[in-house]
């Protein structure tokens, strides 16, 4: 019988997540029964969504929300044999027995030397939010210029790439020097620190004096209320994600943009990943076949043991996150 070591939230977030709203749970799984397999996780993803979801999805005392990339380990299903690996929504578990119910099988031809740490990065649900942002949402053109903020992140960072690809000028924003020098690293055309910069406003109409077609928004706040202002007549914003709200305990109020969209006939639509769910098998082939085009682009990894900020491991670039090491100790300081 296998035993499970699970991280159970024991207290929704107030503020910051900290240690003290986890508690090391162990469970007897039973053994898999006809159609179910016995999954063993490999990489664990900690993705922002989960401080928002977590409160209107979970109850206290349930294991912690999560996906993870997985090895089937014992199967009585014939979808999943021993030996292949999965994408699935199990939570923050080492064992899971599933019915195969949210479980993908991961690309058949995944090459050998690619992680599949990838798998919960640039060839996964955050490529994806990429791809679809500027695809499905903007409608990304060649020649144009993108903003993008929280660019360093496991988001931003691949949006920077497929626009540098699809030919378009890019300027990105991110938190620390380390991370700017990152992004020039990954092509982008112009990145700043946005905490040490004097002025949000006048670095933005440097970058770009004609001002941005698009914007593929991951922050929201002050950010936003700067940059919407700097989109050019007709411009395009995309609402992935609006992080530095995520631990607010009272909400931010104004300025709104309402008066900027009128007089430059904007157009922002938020969107969820999950919306184009029917092209994830062909998109992460194109994915994939970006990162073996060239080396450098989508060569980001996504996490590696269970180390959780989507860099390399030991991260470079001081990411707050929260960290599982391998003995499953949780913790919430700088990886
Ligand atoms: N709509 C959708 O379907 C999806 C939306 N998302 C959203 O996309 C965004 C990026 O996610 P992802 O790339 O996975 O995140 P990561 O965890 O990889 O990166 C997040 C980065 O955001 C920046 N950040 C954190 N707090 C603040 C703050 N208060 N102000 C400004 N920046 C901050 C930090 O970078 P720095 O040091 O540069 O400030 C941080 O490293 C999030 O908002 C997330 O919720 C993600 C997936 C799907
Ligand atoms: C309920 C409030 C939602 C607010 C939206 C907050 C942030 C946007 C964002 O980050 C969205 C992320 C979507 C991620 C989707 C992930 C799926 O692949 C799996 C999620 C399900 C799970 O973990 O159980």
Redesign the pocket.
């Given at each position: 019988m296998v035993q499970a070591k699970t991280w159970v939230l024991t207290r929704h977030f107030e503020g910051f997540p900290k240690d003290s709203n986890f508690e090391l749970k162990l469970e007897q799984l039973p053994e898999p029964k006809d159609g179910e397999v016995l999954l063993e996780a490999l990489f664990l993803s900690v993705?922002?969504?989960?401080r928002?979801?977590s409160?209107?999805?979970m109850k206290e005392g349930e294991v912690m929300?999560?996906?993870q990339v997985a090895k089937v380990i014992q199967s009585i299903n014939p979808a999943f044999p021993v030996g292949c690996h999965v994408v699935g929504?199990c939570?923050w578990r080492t064992h899971t027995v599933s019915d195969g119910t949210g479980l993908t099988c991961l690309l058949s031809d995944w090459p050998q030397d690619v992680s599949m740490s990838l798998a919960l990065g640039a060839i996964g649900?955050p490529g994806l939010?990429a791809l679809y942002g500027l695809e499905e949402v903007l409608g990304l053109q060649a020649g144009e210029t993108l903003l993008v903020n929280a660019a360093a992140g496991a988001v931003g960072s691949i949006v920077g790439q497929i626009a540098k690809i699809k030919g378009c000028r890019v300027v990105g924003s991110s938190g620390s020097n380390g991370k700017v020098a990152f992004l020039k690293e990954l092509g982008f055309d112009e990145a700043f620190n946005y905490k040490t910069v004097n002025s949000l406003e006048e670095v933005l109409m440097t970058a770009a004096p004609d001002g941005y077609d698009c914007f593929f928004e991951n922050v929201g706040g002050l950010f936003s209320s700067v940059a919407i202002p700097q989109m050019k007549e007709f411009g395009r914003i995309a609402v992935?994600?609006?992080?530095s709200t995520?631990n607010d305990t009272n909400p931010q109020t104004g300025p709104y943009p309402h008066l900027t969209m009128i007089f430059k006939q904007l157009k922002m639509e938020g969107f969820?990943?999950?919306r184009w769910e029917h092209k994830n098998p062909e998109s992460l082939r194109r994915l994939m076949a970006w990162k073996r085009e060239a080396s450098t682009v989508l060569g980001i990894k996504a996490s590696l043991g269970l180390s959780l900020c989507h860099h390399s491991t030991p991260c470079s670039l001081s990411c707050t996150q929260f960290s599982i090491d391998m003995e499953w100790n949780v913790s919430t300081k700088q990886v």
């Open positions: 993705d922002p969504y989960m928002p979801f409160r209107v999805r929300i999560g996906t929504r939570g649900m939010t992935c994600g609006s992080i995520y969820m990943v999950g």
